[in-house]
């Protein structure tokens, strides 16, 4: 895809949820144009973030990440060890595994390394999104991001019929 766009979340952010909306309706518009990546970055105020983001990367394990994450950001209220067993049910999961994986090292490791890579590159506070590897600061409203996009996707035409010419 000509535009990637990282998004570093947290589970339990009320702005982070509203944004998981956004994005669903960005990545409608813009099709295989746009390719979307979700980084856990929880918050230290937020308890059950963390826990939601391993059962999130958990759900991945099975190839159910976005299923599970539009659960947790649904119930975002409500984010008990039991309550993601039953999102995990909900959607089919080996439940063994999931419950083995939701607390294995491999995936509190993924977890803190997207944490990490957040604050390797700036990141403070969520929902924190790159386009094209450039922070975006405008308004995470649909006009506003759909400006910023279209314009990523100029540049990357400009520069695809810049490389062309050599």
């Known amino acids: ?41 929880p918050l230290p105020g937020h308890p059950k973030a963390r826990l939601a983001a391993q059962a999130a990367v958990a759900a991945h394990q099975q190839d159910k ?7 947790i950001f649904k119930h975002q209220r409500s984010l008990s060890s039991d309550k993601l067993v039953r999102f995990a049910r909900q959607l089919g999961m080996n439940i063994g ?7 294995s090292k491999e995936v509190t490791q993924a977890v803190a390394a997207n944490k ?33 996009i279209r314009s990523a996707l100029e540049a990357s035409k400009s520069k ?6 050599e």
């Not at 982070?16 to 295989?32: H, Y």
């Not at 990440?65 to 659960?71: A, E, I, K, R």
């Not at 695809?160 to 010419?165: A, K, P």
């Open 1 to 41: 895809a000509p535009v990637t766009i990282v998004e570093f979340a947290d589970f339990q952010c009320p702005h982070c949820k509203a944004a998981a909306g956004l994005m669903k309706t960005i990545q409608s518009k813009f099709g295989d144009d746009v390719v979307h990546y979700f980084k856990h970055y």
């Open 65 to 71: 990440f976005w299923p599970m994450h539009d659960l």
């Open 97 to 103: 595994k999931f419950k083995k994986d939701l607390q």
């Open 116 to 148: 990490q890579e957040g604050s390797r590159v700036g990141v403070k506070g969520t929902p924190a999104i790159f386009i094209n590897g450039q922070r975006y600061m405008g308004a995470q409203t649909e006009k506003g991001l759909t400006e910023a």
């Open 160 to 165: 695809d019929e810049g490389s062309s010419d």
